[in-house]
């Protein structure tokens, strides 16, 4: 399968999981990603399955590695040792963009600051994941998502406490994987403009801005209005009953969203069997519900606690309003538009089981995104090596100094 960056090639200098995940987009859209890792630790991700911090232990998949990894070819090479930095910097020639998210006494410690690369590939698009963003005092602090995009960049203020506490964020990564994705549309972006101007660029984005742009309409109205977060006065203050969580006789929960709730009022409660609340004048429009609010959301929760979730999807089917029930993960693999779109492709492990990995979600001419496993450390080494330009004799040598794995 070809997209439509068929043709470009990448080479990524990125660990764990933000910078990696823009890879791994650009390898949806078709990019050959060249991921260089150092030839003993490797991306650090990969100890994971033997740390003790995911399931599955030393014989399981490293799904965490897999993910933001799948499709690329990994070189092994280390920057400090002079021959590894100049095979890197023969890569660099050769590539269309380099993506990175090393900090930036890394990158000075190195010699492969913009300068640097540039020198040697004057064309070169370089894009940088930082954790605070490319200016400032805190320009070359360490991050993780879970500082820089959950906690510094607001997103989990604007989440409901828990005894008191800010929540955790949901998932791994939970920031990673967007920041990842606003990466790779940038470097889209910047291959357009080059394409046009002749002109490569220096992308950027930041965990932080990515939390921001996250939760914009909050980041504002916190100035205009002094919120933190959406209110949470109870059930019964709702100013609109046909938005909100309810919960099922079999303690599962709907989604209803209804933000233009007298244009399917009618059909809403004819299928929830109260047919009459349409006519009724406490709550035959939205005027009428928000002044008794408490009264009809009351009756709404006890209509839905009369049945299971399964009544609720068969009675909601065809409903023209948005709604949906708050689906399991385990629940996904079933969904029929995950399997009708290709959301779940799937690669073969070691043992050769099949296994589902996440599809970046952009698709192009209606086509499903194609997966391959992520590489082993340093798998394509020599054959990338090779068509750079060494011999056989020149990666004997560097293998002995230890520049290469």
Known sequence: MTGPLDGIRVLEIASWM???????????????????????TGDPQRGLITSGLMPGGAG??????????????????????????????????RADVVVTNYLPPVLRKLRIEVDDLRERNPAVIIARGTGQGPKGPDASRAAYDAAAFWARGGVG???????????????????????????AGAVAA??????????????????????????????????????ERLGS????????????????????FLMMMLLQSDKHWADFVARLGLAEMATDERFCDAAARATNSAECVAKLDEAFAAQPLSHWKEAFAGFEGAWSPFQTLA??????????????????ADNGDEVALVASPAQFDETAIEVERAP???????????????????????KESGAIL
């Open 157 to 183: 203020v604007t989440m409901p406490p828990s005894d008191g506490w800010p929540p955790g964020q949901p998932t791994p990564a939970f920031g990673d994987v967007m920041g990842g994705l606003a990466a």
């Open 18 to 40: 933000f910078m990696p995940s823009a890879g791994t987009v650009l390898v949806d859209w078709g990019a050959e990603v060249i991921k260089v890792e150092h030839p003993v």
């Open 376 to 398: 082993e450390h340093g798998a394509d080494t020599e054959s990338v090596l090779l068509a750079a330009g060494y011999d056989w004799d020149e990666l004997a040598a560097m």
């Open 233 to 252: 006065g109870g059930r019964g203050m709702s100013a609109n009953p046909g938005v909100g969580t309810y919960r099922t006789g079999d303690d599962r």
């Open 60 to 93: 399981g998949l490293n799904f965490m590695m897999e993910q933001p990894n799948r499709g690329k070819r990994s070189v092994a090479i280390d920057l400090a040792n002079p021959d590894g930095r100049e095979a890197f910097l023969r890569l660099v020639e």
């Open 190 to 227: 910047a291959l357009v403009k080059r394409d046009r101007t002749g002109e490569p660029s220096v992308v950027d984005v930041s965990l932080l801005g990515t939390a921001m742009w996250q939760i914009a309409p909050m980041v504002i109205a916190s100035k205009l209005y002094g919120l």
């Open 331 to 348: 629940e996904l693999y079933e969904d029929p538009q995950v399997i009708a779109n290709g959301y779940l492709p799937t690669v073969l």
